[in-house]
C-alpha cells in the first residue's frame, strides 16, 4: 500500500466523470488499499478515486464503523434533510454548510463484485452523498449555503 497525493480544488481531474470499473484487477484493488491508506493518514471520512488522480467510480467511507468499499455506487433512494458543516480533503482547512438528504439507500458492489446496499443516516448518508458527487466531477463547494469558512482540527491526543 502507499499514501497517494490527494488531489485540491482546482485540479480539473476533480470535474471529470468517472468511468464504471468492469472488474476489479490487481491495479484496482491496489487502488482501493491505496485510498484507504490515504483516507485514514488524512483523518478523512471518505475519499473517491477522481481525489487522488484516478478516474474510477470508486470511494471508500469509514464514519468510524469500518471501512466501507463501494465500487460503481448510485443512489436508489433518498429522503429526509439534514443541514450541517461539510469539509472536503480536496480543500483542506474549509467547511460549508450543506443541505444532503438525512436517509439514503446506495447500491454498489464490493471488492469481489458482488452486489450489495447500504443504508445510511446522519453522517453516513451525508458521506455517501458528498463521495458520489465527486464521481460526477462535482465538489461540496457548489451546494454551500453562505460562505465557506476556515477550520482547524486539532491533532489527536
Do not use: W
Amino acid at each position: 500500500m502507499a499514501l497517494r497525493t490527494i488531489r485540491l480544488q482546482g485540479d480539473p481531474v476533480l470535474n471529470k466523470v468517472c468511468r464504471e470499473v468492469k472488474e476489479v484487477t490487481p491495479k484496482i484493488q491496489m487502488l482501493i488499499d491505496d485510498m484507504l491508506e490515504t483516507m485514514y493518514d488524512a483523518n478523512g471520512v471518505g475519499l473517491a478515486a477522481p481525489q487522488v488522480g484516478v478516474l474510477r467510480r470508486i470511494v471508500t467511507i469509514d464514519i468510524g464503523e469500518g471501512p466501507l468499499v463501494m465500487i460503481n455506487p448510485r443512489i436508489i433512494a433518498a429522503d429526509g434533510e439534514q443541514t450541517g458543516g461539510e469539509g472536503c480533503l480536496s480543500l483542506p482547512g474549509k467547511a460549508g454548510q450543506v443541505t444532503r438528504p438525512n436517509h439514503v439507500i446506495a447500491r454498489a458492489f464490493d471488492e469481489n463484485m458482488e452486489e450489495f446496499e447500504v443504508e445510511g443516516t446522519e453522517l453516513l448518508a451525508r458521506a455517501i452523498c458528498h463521495e458520489l458527487d465527486h464521481l460526477d466531477g462535482h465538489m461540496y463547494t457548489e451546494l454551500v449555503e453562505g460562505d465557506i469558512y476556515d477550520v482547524s482540527y486539532d491533532e489527536e491526543e
